[in-house]
């Protein structure tokens, strides 16, 4: 019997193989109610109408929506497409990301709202760019948020204004 080395791509097959995985029927039916379950917690948080909601959810037709809901609702099963579980997916990232960076969750909902200068936002609330109803608005934000996790720049907060710089006496090595 000849025995062969798995090489380099053997596990890119694999990597393939698992993504291919990631969308089929039957991971799109496991994840479907927990996702939209925990998706209509969040917008019940951060207070968005029907109409934001199916703005963020892909505008899926208001029957579609009530089906979904009613579903889960009941805790059974559905089976969403793949855009409208990468939706929901930016969404509960977006809300990790808040409350990573905020206090409280009446902090997040209110960055969110709250007009803001950075370039990206334009002025505007993060949330236009949320409602916009396509999946770059909702990434942007997304990027944004992770980015202000990892130490990139944020506006300034009350914390940051009141921060004085360290002086060498403040400074004890032990």
Request: hydrophobic share 40%.
């Amino acid at each position: 019997m000849v025995t062969r080395k798995r090489g380099a791509f053997d596990g890119a097959h694999d990597m393939l193989l698992s993504a291919a995985e990631r969308f089929s029927r039957a991971n799109r039916r496991r994840l479907g109610a927990p996702g939209l379950r925990t998706f209509l917690n969040i917008a019940e948080l951060w207070g968005l109408s029907e109409e934001e909601r199916l703005l963020i959810l892909g505008m899926p037709s208001r029957s579609t929506y009530r089906k979904w809901t009613n579903a889960v609702r009941e805790c059974r099963d559905i089976m969403l497409n793949v855009d409208t579980l990468m939706r929901i997916s930016i969404v509960l990232g977006i809300h990790q990301s808040l409350g990573v960076l905020q206090s409280d969750e009446r902090e997040g909902v209110a960055w969110l709202r709250t007009p803001n200068k950075v370039p990206l936002f334009g002025g505007r609330p993060p949330m236009a760019l949320i409602n916009s109803g396509t999946q770059d608005g909702l990434m942007c934000v997304r990027r944004f948020l992770d980015a202000a996790c990892g130490g990139l720049y944020m506006t300034p907060n009350e914390i940051d204004m009141a921060f004085s710089a360290y002086q060498d006496g403040d400074i004890a090595l032990i």
